[in-house]
T-cell receptor
Framework: QKEVEQNSGPLSVPEGAIASLNCTYS??????FFWYRQYSGKSPELIMF????GDKEDGRFTAQLNKASQYVSLLIRDSQPSDSATYLC??????????FGSGTQLTVLP | EAGVAQSPRYKIIEKRQSVAFWCNPI?????LYWYQQILGQGPKLLIQ????????DSQLPKDRFSAERLKGVDSTLKIQPAKLEDSAVYLC???????????????FGPGTRLTVL
């Protein structure tokens, strides 16, 4: 079983819609959870992190964490074509080192 | 503030040849990471340095990969000899450190795309 699993996609949504990206993790000791965005040919950039159960909002982005279900998600409201990228879920455990999922490719259609 | 610098940006070699990558982290960042990202996968941590000491190299294929961080600043990652499966993007990242519970954001460099023929 992979430590961090994501649907590879591709996920396509129309412009203005809500994009929902999901991630599950296997280590119950995981402490911190991150969403990175990676444009094609570019390096990952951090867009959200969350430590506690519940929702965390930052502009058009909302991260949701459910530790009991070992599930973390990212919602992108009012999706824009510029949001088209691969979204990487990452978690840290007690060693505070990032373990990444394989990413979900998102395409926002104009 | 300058970001993480890496060179070269692209490298093409034949299998069994050797190659080296260079990374210059953000000034003042104590922690440096090397990741391998194979096409269609997320980055995989190869080695983590804290200043010039190794924190974790458990996923580094030590029979062919080596890395050093002299004087706690720049770092080099070497592959000798290269195999076809080493074709990937090698990402360097740096952060201020890993103290306490809170995560210190990692800033990634542009990466080196290695093709092994």
């Amino acid at each position: 079983q992979k430590e961090v699993e994501q649907n590879s996609g591709p996920l396509s949504v129309p412009e203005g819609a809500i994009a929902s990206l999901n991630c599950t993790y296997s280590d119950r000791g995981s402490q911190s959870f991150f969403w990175y965005r990676q444009y094609s040919g570019k390096s990952p950039e951090l867009i959200m992190f969350i430590y506690s159960n519940g929702d965390k909002e930052d502009g058009r982005f909302t991260a949701q964490l459910n530790k009991a279900s070992q599930y973390v998600s990212l919602l992108i409201r009012d999706s824009q074509p510029s949001d088209s990228a691969t979204y990487l879920c990452a978690v840290t455990g007690s060693a505070r080192q990032l373990t990444f999922g394989s990413g979900t490719q998102l395409t926002v259609l104009p | 503030e300058a970001g993480v610098a890496q060179s070269p940006r692209y490298k093409i070699i034949e299998k069994r040849q050797s190659v080296a990558f260079w990374c210059n982290p953000i000034s003042g960042h104590a922690t440096l990471y090397w990741y391998q990202q194979i096409l269609g996968q997320g980055p995989k941590l190869l080695i983590q340095f804290q200043n010039n000491g190794v924190v974790d190299d458990s996923q580094l294929p030590k029979d062919r990969f080596s890395a050093e961080r002299l004087k706690g600043v720049d770092s080099t990652l070497k592959i000798q000899p290269a195999k076809l499966e080493d074709s990937a993007v090698y990402l360097c990242a740096s952060s201020t450190g890993t103290s306490g519970f809170f995560y210190n954001e990692q800033f990634f460099g542009p990466g080196t795309r290695l093709t092994v023929l």
